[in-house]
């Protein structure tokens, strides 16, 4: 949406309006919105579709089962693995949801953890393709506890793979700089552990950040940057104050608590429904 209104903005200021950029860049918004011309690009959306885990347990599947030795993605945090049984649960619900893609959008599904934690990214392709080839060690019908899907793994080199920036991009949302809310899909992967100093190129070690911010850490002296497992990146400044930025849906361990499940209400056997 960003990049439409930005260009109609700037075309009408090539053809001569002299207003201020944010004045045009609002006027193209609302005609955008109303559809107030013939022409113009068509609008649409990018839906991210965010399913916790713990809500894709299927009855009868051995998902306790912590078996990680056999191959396959390696699930993040120690959680319980995202088996082929949670996926075939995902697009059995999404069916019945008759969950789509917006006309000329995107449809992406994001699985977390209860804390919110990012554990992996799909597309309904991929998770259509995973479920039906079910489990690579046990076979395809086999109800056990090995591993799906998960993190995009590390690459050995220096540029990032685009299955690890569409999970950067869903985790952080935004540049994770304290205090800088630039949209994910403006800014840089950047290693949060240089990789020349020896830092991987992986989700753990790659974290979203506007060019500014990016050049801030990488040519400024005495800034520190440090990134957590379940997305927390921590950024010390040359004086030592120290701020924190989480990803989006995260909850603090400490802070937010989980609630606790609703109590089933009391039955009145003298009122109806009996």
């Not at 699930?75 to 049984?85: E, N, R």
């Not at 100093?197 to 940057?225: D, E, P, Q, S």
């Not at 104050?241 to 608590?257: A, E």
Request: charged letters at 20%; one cysteine or more; aromatic letters at 2%.
């Amino acid at each position: 949406m960003w990049s439409v209104i930005d260009q109609a903005a700037q075309l009408a200021r090539t053809a001569g309006d002299d207003r201020p950029i944010g004045v045009l860049r609002a006027e193209a918004h609302a005609a955008l919105v109303l559809r107030t011309g013939a022409d113009g690009p068509a609008v649409t959306g990018h839906l991210t579709l965010t399913a916790p885990l713990s809500a894709l347990r299927p009855p009868g599947t051995a998902a306790s089962a912590e078996r990680t030795d056999l191959g396959g993605p390696v699930p993040q945090l120690g959680s319980t693995p995202i088996t082929t049984a949670h996926l075939r649960e995902l697009l059995a619900q999404l069916g019945a949801l008759g969950v789509q893609a917006p006309p000329g959008g995107s449809l992406a599904l994001a699985l977390t953890d209860d804390d919110g934690a990012l554990l992996a990214t799909t597309t309904p392709a991929e998770l259509a393709r995973l479920a039906a080839r079910g489990c690579p060690a046990h076979g395809k019908n086999a109800d056990c506890g090995c591993p799906a899907l998960g993190p995009p793994p590390a690459v050995p080199g220096y540029t990032h793979t685009a299955a690890q920036e569409r999970f950067l991009r869903l985790r952080d949302r935004t540049c994770r700089h304290p205090g800088c809310g630039q949209p994910a899909g403006r800014t840089d992967a950047d290693h949060v552990l240089p990789y020349d100093c020896g830092g991987r190129t992986t989700c753990h070690n790659l974290c979203c950040l506007c060019r500014t911010h990016h050049r801030l850490k990488t040519f400024a002296r005495g800034w520190r940057y440090r990134l957590h497992p379940d997305g927390t990146l921590t950024v010390t400044t040359p004086s030592g104050v120290t701020r924190t930025t989480r990803p989006p849906g995260l909850r603090h361990p400490q802070t937010q608590r989980a609630l606790p499940p609703p109590r089933p209400s009391p039955v009145d056997e003298d009122t109806p429904p009996f």
